[in-house]
């Protein structure tokens, strides 16, 4: 026999061919290749959302952690100006300022209006009343850390006292969380999924066990190993798996496109951030692979461990 | 080559229970040599089955000592069990062909099993089917065959791999008087070669057919040796293992 014959009789023997007929293949199968493609579809959509989360936060992560706002809160407009100008000038000279800006008036007026109308406008009796503070933007080539702030606030206290310095990463803290968590949810999930995949081939295997006994009984007698025994199972359970796989995938990858097309539209900044990249998707294309290695194992270690029970 | 070399099988004081009934089986003792011929007799429910059964490794003892091919069959280690029924051939007294597989498949089953490929398989089985009469009927599946012609599948499945010891309960027990007296031929060839043949049967008449068997004769689960000689043969069988037929 030649070498490449060899070894397709090897993986023909692995895979258990040669004894794929022992046990029917129909009884084995039955409703496994749609409980697996119901799996498998729910956990790539469950990745996906992890996947979404976890681009959300790192790009608005990386996008607001070198980010500080400056507040002027001085009531004398001339003041307030004055001291603005002296707070960017300062900060100007700082080597590891990226960018920096002057938050324009109307910009600010568009901010405060949900909560004020829309009526304050410099120069008129309601803007007199309600002082609205200048706002600084400035952004750092690094990450803002507490001690920074700390240490700006008291380098801005000598040319504008009514400055007030905040990172922009802490106030968005708690949505950081709150990603986080479902990031968390969305692990948790695929694993619960993974583990109630495993938990239905078992039952399975174990159901096609108990309707091949007399089968598996006689192949014993005749002198079959666990092992071959093994490999039927495994084989039928890796067909299974393939076909519900794909199957779930496709069906998946549907949902996650569709869902993608509604929140494009929203035209939301931080949820344009969760689209998925390539890589995610070569994430999620390998679920099913991973579906079919936890059914396969699955199903070998119920037959083996049920085989070993009987002499 | 000493006795234990020698002989194919030994059992000392076997005993065998089902739960916590009483025993079907009772202190049986004897010694199988190779290429010897038995008929294991006695009346329905004498234990002839529960005896075959230990002889084809489908149960282990409740107490006593067996051994096989020179291992003990008790002690041995369960993944050594598939090697040692690989050298058994066995005849079910209720066939116990794979239903949903055809007479073709059903026989190839242990040179499958035993992990011969396809190439060697095919005309082995092919000729084995057709030296039982059933070449016509290689494709058909159990349940389209009479009692006799499963019975003649199920012989050929357990001559398939020549093997060292064939057990048989009952194996003519479905066909006509022409094919019983066939098939006996064919154990008979295959003890020629050197098979160890037993043959559970209730048919006196199938005992006169094979001149130089032996024969054990179980009576309520009790091994008939009046004379110690299936216990403690002399080293040859043909020196006389058991009552000659």
């Known amino acids: 026999m030649t070498v490449p014959g060899r070894w397709r009789e090897r993986l023909r023997a692995f895979g258990g061919a040669e004894q794929a007929g022992l046990v029917p293949q129909g009884r084995l199968s039955g409703p496994m290749p749609w409980v697996i493609a119901i799996m498998v579809a729910l956990t790539v959509i469950a990745a996906a959302a992890g996947l979404g989360l976890r681009n ?37 000279a700082r080597p590891e300022l990226v960018a920096m800006r002057l938050v324009p008036q109307s910009e600010v007026d568009s901010l405060i ?5 829309g009526e304050i406008e410099a120069g008129n009796a309601a803007a007199d009343a309600i002082p609205v503070p200048a706002l600084i933007d400035a952004r750092f080539a690094r990450a803002v850390t507490p001690a920074d ?22 106030w968005l803290r708690p949505v950081f969380a709150a990603l986080a968590s479902l990031q968390w949810l969305a692990i948790a999930l695929v694993a619960l999924l993974a583990m109630a995949l495993a938990a239905a ?33 495994q084989r039928s359970i890796a067909v299974d798996a393939a076909g519900g796989g794909a199957v779930g995938l496709a069906l998946a990858a549907l949902v996650i496109l569709a869902l993608g ?44 461990h049920t085989l070993r029970k009987m002499l | 080559m000493t006795a234990v070399e020698e002989e194919i099988v030994h059992f000392d004081n076997v005993g065998l229970r089902y739960g916590t009934d009483r025993e079907v089986l009772s202190d049986v003792s004897f ?72 007479a073709f498949d059903n026989v190839a089953l242990p040179l499958r099993v035993a992990g011969a490929a396809e190439r060697d398989i095919e005309r082995p089985v092919a000729d084995m089917l057709e030296w039982v009469g059933l070449s016509d009927r290689m494709h058909a599946r159990p349940a389209s065959l009479s009692g006799g012609e499963q019975q003649r599948v199920a012989i050929a499945r357990a001559v398939i791999a020549r093997p060292d010891m064939l057990v048989a309960d009952e194996p003519t027990g ?61 080293r040859r069988p043909s020196a006389g293992g058991g009552a000659k037929a």
């Open chain 2, 174 to 234: 479905n066909v006509d008087p022409d094919m019983a007296v066939k098939l006996l031929r064919l154990f008979e060839a295959l003890n020629r070669l050197g098979t160890t043949v037993v043959v559970a049967t209730h048919d006196v008449h199938l005992l006169k057919k094979v001149p130089d068997s032996l024969i054990m004769r179980l009576d309520k689960g009790r091994l008939s040796d009046p004379t110690g000689a299936l216990r403690y043969p002399p």
């Open chain 1, 201 to 233: 081939v078992l039952l399975a295997a174990r159901s096609a066990l108990g309707t091949n006994r007399d089968t598996i009984e006689i192949v014993h007698l005749l002198g079959g190993t666990d092992a071959q025994i093994a490999r039927v199972f």
């Open chain 1, 113 to 117: 209006e949900p909560w004020l109308g």
């Open chain 1, 261 to 304: 097309r509604q929140f494009a539209s929203l035209g939301a900044g931080m949820v344009d951030q969760g689209a998925l990249g390539l890589t995610d998707w070569a994430v999620l294309a390998c679920i099913p692979l991973l579906a079919i290695g936890l059914a396969v194992v699955t199903a070998r270690l119920t037959v083996m």
């Open chain 1, 149 to 170: 702030v700390a240490r700006l606030q008291a380098d801005l206290r000598a040319v504008a006292p009514a400055a007030r310095v905040d990172a922009q990463s802490s």
């Open chain 2, 31 to 102: 010694t199988l040599f190779p290429g010897s011929f038995y008929f294991l007799t006695g009346a329905s429910g004498a234990g002839k089955t529960s005896l075959l059964k230990l002889l084809y490794l489908a149960q282990r003892p409740s107490r006593g000592m067996i051994r096989m091919f020179g291992a003990d069959a008790i002690t041995l280690p369960r993944d050594r069990l598939p090697g040692m029924r690989r050298r058994l051939g066995v005849v079910f007294q209720d066939f116990r062909l794979v239903p949903h597989l055809s």
């Open chain 1, 56 to 92: 959300v936060a790192s790009a608005s992560a990386e996008e607001l952690e070198g980010g500080v706002t400056i507040q002027i809160v001085e009531a004398r407009p001339e003041v307030r100006d004055a001291q603005a100008r002296a707070a960017m000038e300062k900060l100007r």
